[in-house]
């Protein structure tokens, strides 16, 4: 019988690299994971919905903008739980999941990037309706 996963040992990778080319011009100042929804920068709510599951190991790589991005998890309440790592060149997802195996080795994880978060809004949306 497998061992249950606990919560605080899954360990959390967001892909907020890319570009955001699908939504420029929006994207030519602040990068995709910081675009607001509601009033609320993506990656805040996404970090958000990570720390009520009690997540403790969260890694986002970082690529456009990243100066950007690194600021904004300077913040506080991101200090003891979100790293941070600089991809000089976009890696892709199977490129940022290999560069990183030392730090998902052994570990359950998970990842997402905004797309996935979207669509995972859209399909609750959509239950709620119909």
């Known amino acids: 019988m497998a061992e249950p996963i606990h919560k605080n040992e899954i360990t959390v990778l967001i892909l907020a ?6 939504l420029k011009p929006l994207t030519d ?3 995709k994971c910081l675009m607001p929804i509601s009033g609320k920068p993506l990656l805040e709510i ?9 997540i403790s190991k969260v890694l986002v790589n970082l690529h456009y903008l990243s100066e950007v991005v690194s600021s ?8 003891d739980w979100v790293k941070s ?6 890696l892709g997802t199977a490129g940022t999941l290999q560069k990183n195996y030392g730090f998902l080795k052994g ?7 905004a797309i996935i978060f979207v669509y995972a809004i859209l399909i609750l949306l959509l239950n709620f309706i119909f």
């Open 72 to 79: 904004f998890l300077k913040r506080p309440k991101y200090k």
């Open 46 to 54: 996404w970090l958000d919905q990570i720390s009520q599951l009690k």
């Open 29 to 31: 100042r602040w990068p």
């Open 17 to 22: 690299a890319g570009l955001g080319t699908r």
């Open 85 to 90: 790592i600089y991809e000089p060149e976009l």
């Open 107 to 113: 570990k359950q994880f998970f990842w997402f990037t």
